[in-house]
């Protein structure tokens, strides 16, 4: 991902391109995907002769990397755009101070460039964690929770627990414990992370 | 320098291939949706003979399209405009009147980014229905309390970064506090307006959760729970589905590639501030 920060036509298209699944609602791309795990991936499996590829979603464990695919897919591209940015705020006398250095493209790279995108690291990572703990639609559009409430989130489950089985003080407990974690989560990543930079 | 150009190639062609395992979803469903049930069926992966485009008129009608559109542009428009004017005002003062009170709304903002929607949402519903309050004007209101913490938080590091002599250039011209904030430092920050404006309107654009409790009735239908609804009805109908989620699709896809430079920097700012 860090190679496509760069300016030319064809860097940009393609930032173009990873970015546009993050334009689009949980719920569309939850369906899109349905269609893909179900439909596609059977066509292939029996083109390839692979029972790799049948029922993807109708098995709890495959079930659940369906959504980690679909969640990978809509958030690389919004995670590359702030890798991008950090990249090109790196100041260019920096480089090439290095470069008159005697610096190789690798070691540019390792010891230029990573260290000084450490902060990305951490707001991706924050991003990333914050966005997974309130995945709902996706789940919902994906697999409904099935097979057999295998790939519940908590979220679903708050929402199920609420509005399906009407246990409304049960699920806000619930909703409490989801906030403790994401609160303690998040300052548990900052900190670790804000170690990691200095 | 051979053996630079050959890396060069190989990297675009690597990375080419990336890409098209990010194009090929949207391909394969805009492909699927100009099919007949059969070819769905026999080879979903490319085109086959049975090519129409008879299954977008039955989404659109199915869809209720033009409504549903209008709604979600209704609820979209009325929330942002909301909270661009909120959070611009509210975050002016903070920024221009020093205090510990001003201090604790900044910082009780900043805490609030933290809760997720999920732990709010069951008193916040039952309130509202408690008062008979669950429409689109509503949800509004509420897309509006939701947002404005980070918008006020932008707009504070906007108007942090205008001088204060600005401020008082305009008040020596005798502008009151109102005007000189209408005429001379909401411009001044356009594109952070522009930042909240996308941030806001991609979020509430595709929000479900929220519209599907607040207004999930007749004649209130976003588009995503119109289309979650008709993705129930036609199950096994695959190409209507597919023709469905490509008419969804579209509207904000468009805007995107119109606005393709705009929106990736807000995104970026949105998310490292």
Known sequence: MIVTSSDNRFNKALRTIFFMPNLIGGILLGFIWQFIFTSAFKAIGSGLHLSFFNGWLSDPRTGFWGIVILFVWQMSGYIMLIYVSFLNSIPQNTIQAARLDGANRRQILFFIKLPQLAPAFTISLFLTLANSFKLYEQNLALTNGGPYRSTEMISMYIYNTAFVNFQQGYAQAAGIILFFCVTLVSFLQLALSRRGEN | ?273
């Open chain 2, 1 to 273: 320098m051979p053996k630079k150009r050959s890396l060069k190639y190989l990297s675009i062609a690597i990375f080419s291939v990336i890409g098209l395992f990010w194009v090929y979803p949207f391909a394969i469903v805009l492909i699927n949706s100009m099919k007949g049930k059969r070819g769905v069926f026999q080879n979903p992966l490319w085109f086959t003979k049975d090519f129409s485009l008879a299954n977008f008129k039955t989404a659109f009608q199915a869809l209720d399209f033009a409504h549903s559109f209008l709604n979600s542009l209704l609820i979209t428009i009325g929330s942002v405009g909301l909270i661009t004017v909120v959070s611009a005002a509210a975050a002016y003062a903070i920024s221009r009147v020093k205090g510990p009170f001003s201090s604790i709304i900044y910082y009780v903002c900043a805490g609030t980014m933290l809760i997720p929607f999920q732990s709010i949402m069951i008193p916040l519903l039952s309130i509202f229905g408690k008062v008979d309050f669950l429409n689109r004007t509503s949800l509004i209101i509420m897309n509006t309390g939701l947002s404005v913490s980070l918008s006020i938080i932008l707009y504070y590091g906007a108007f942090q970064g205008v001088p204060k002599s600005l401020d008082e250039a305009a008040a020596l011209d005798g502008a009151y506090p109102l005007k000189t904030f209408i005429h001379v430092i909401f411009p001044a920050v356009s594109p952070m307006t522009g930042t909240v404006i996308i941030l806001n309107s991609m979020k509430i654009w595709n929000d479900y959760l929220l519209p599907s409790l607040v207004v999930n009735k007749d004649g209130m239908y976003t588009i995503p729970l119109k289309m979650y609804s008709f993705f129930g009805e036609t199950n096994s109908e695959w190409q209507l589905a597919l023709a469905g989620l490509v008419l969804s699709m579209i509207p904000i896809i468009a805007l995107f590639l119109l606005l393709q430079k705009q929106v990736m920097t807000s995104v970026t700012e949105g998310a490292i501030k």
